[in-house]
């Protein structure tokens, strides 16, 4: 026997039903999206290695670690399937020349790689929808992206998100706290763990976000960039808070607050939950005015989020907030073969006049019985059952059978009742779904 292939450990399969409600969040995602101006960028899953290894950081745990590159065999180019996507869509704006004619409002959505152990929101291939501004210098484009965000978890029904907000300052800047940080963690080095001792000269930044319990204390009393930051640093910090203030978002300044990529500066924040167990932030972002030039482009102001879609459907599952399955408008019951191709015509108009519309379809044995049509109707969640029996089809007609409760916007004498074939496209809208 063939041995039976599975999927990749930590890539999952999105099959029915819960397709459906990936569907219904992307739709509200893109429909947002709009509403605020932002257009859809779509980038290639495998980019060169060197975008990510320049983009990111060398020493960064993603690229050091996480990341799944390849030799292509046929030119030996370094090739990476996507980690994360806000550097691809840096190189895109470059290579087409997009900020000629002003800056840009993006936004992506899409499958990342990241090799890790698969856990409750957190897989090997995990799903990602970023918004992107570009060419915006101002805090007002960091507070407009925060406040998006704020509608969308209004908009999804989500509560229990908090939002934590901080500065990483400029690159002068991080540099007196990165040697103030140093110093500091050296004269404590019997307290660093292994991972820590490991950053310590590479990546000392990434050590005030461990998890290790044992080394809070130390980390709390660490030296704090905002402690480093200049005048324009705090200044454009403050007006972002005075924005979300505006706004009356609640926010926590989280001087701990980092990024796990070396593009960042100024704004980060992220929003968190108590209610996903250890993977709390289901969105994060901030500043990264400086990666343009990194990856080899001219100088340009850049901010941005991205959401893990799964983690948002967990919050959504955890809170009872998913919306019910889809189902379609009518089920057609067709008892005898010979009429569907009387009966395929008539489904077509009705789905042009944009009735879903359900067809039962002939097994080895025929159509099967009435009474079994009727039971996949009503499995169906079909609100009507159109009855395409013998005596119906012989006047040109369909029986019409309501199958839930009846409907306000239906006449009562719609309930059950025999339609003219000949007229799909009048009584069409009555089956639509409100």
Same mark, same amino acid.
Request: no cysteine; aromatic share 6%; glycine share 8%.
């Given at each position: 026997m063939t041995e039976k292939l599975s999927a990749v450990k930590g890539m999952n399969d999105i099959a029915p039903p819960a397709s459906a409600h990936w569907e219904w969040l992307e739709d509200k995602l893109c429909a947002l999206m709009r509403r605020y101006g932002y257009r859809n960028l779509r980038t290639p899953i495998v980019e060169p290695t060197a975008l990510f290894v320049r983009g990111l !950081?060398?020493? &960064?745990?993603?690229?050091?670690?996480?990341?799944?590159? =390849?030799?292509?065999?046929? +030119?030996?180019? *370094? $090739?990476? $399937?996507?980690?994360? +996507? &806000? /550097?691809?869509?840096? %190189?895109?704006? $470059?290579?087409?020349?997009?900020?000629?004619? !002003?800056?840009?409002?993006?936004?992506?959505? !899409?499958?990342?790689? @990241?090799? #890790?152990r698969p856990q409750r929101g957190r897989y090997r291939q995990f799903h990602q929808f970023g918004a992107e501004a570009l060419g915006f210098a101002g805090p007002d484009v960091d507070a407009e992206l925060i406040v998006l965000a704020c509608d969308l978890w209004a908009e999804l029904g989500l509560t229990g998100i908090e939002l934590e907000i901080n500065s990483l300052g400029q690159p002068a800047e991080r540099l007196a706290h990165r040697q103030a940080l140093i110093a500091y963690l050296e004269a404590h080095a019997g307290q660093l763990d292994e991972d820590a001792k490991r950053r310590l000269h590479s990546n000392p930044l990434r050590i005030l976000d461990t998890k290790n319990p044992a080394m809070q204390e130390l980390v709390n009393a660490a030296p704090r960039l905002m402690d480093h930051l200049g005048a324009e640093s705090l200044d454009h910090f403050n007006r972002l808070r005075g924005l979300l203030d505006a706004h009356g978002i609640a926010y926590r300044i989280n001087p701990r607050l980092v990024r796990g990529m070396d593009y960042y500066n100024l704004s980060v924040f992220e929003f968190v939950t108590t209610q996903l167990g250890s993977q709390g932030t289901v969105c994060a972002g901030g500043r990264y005015d400086g990666l343009f030039e990194q990856i080899g482009g001219k100088a340009a102001p850049a901010v941005g989020w991205a959401? !893990?879609?799964? @983690?948002?459907?967990?919050?959504?599952?955890?809170q009872n907030r998913l919306p019910a399955q889809p189902a379609p408008d009518a089920y057609a019951v067709v008892p005898d073969v010979a009429h569907v191709p009387r009966?395929?015509?008539?489904?077509?108009?009705? %789905?042009?006049?944009?009735? +879903?519309?359900?067809?039962?379809?002939?097994?080895?044995?025929?159509?099967?019985?009435?009474?079994?049509?009727?039971?996949?109707?009503?499995?169906?969640? /079909?609100? =009507?059952?159109?009855? =395409?029996? #013998? *005596?119906?089809v012989q006047q040109d007609a369909v029986a019409l059978k309501a199958l839930r409760g009846?409907?306000?916007?239906?006449? /009562?004498? &719609? /309930?059950?009742?025999?339609?003219?074939?000949a007229g799909v496209a009048d009584w069409a809208a009555r089956l639509r779904a409100p």
């Open positions: !950081g060398e020493v &960064t745990d993603i690229v050091e670690k996480e990341m799944y590159s =390849f030799e292509d065999r046929l +030119n030996g180019e *370094q $090739l990476t $399937l996507r980690p994360e +996507n &806000t /550097a691809g869509v840096v %190189r895109a704006v $470059l290579e087409h020349s997009l900020l000629y004619e !002003g800056p840009r409002r993006l936004y992506y959505m !899409g499958p990342m790689f @990241r090799h #890790e959401l !893990g879609m799964e @983690r948002i459907l967990e919050l959504l599952k955890e009966v395929m015509p008539v489904l077509r108009v009705l %789905r042009q006049q944009g009735v +879903n519309v359900q067809m039962h379809a002939a097994g080895a044995d025929g159509m099967g019985s009435m009474k079994s049509q009727f039971k996949k109707a009503d499995a169906s969640g /079909a609100r =009507f059952a159109l009855i =395409f029996g #013998e *005596q119906e009846p409907r306000s916007d239906v006449p /009562a004498e &719609t /309930a059950q009742s025999l339609l003219p074939l």
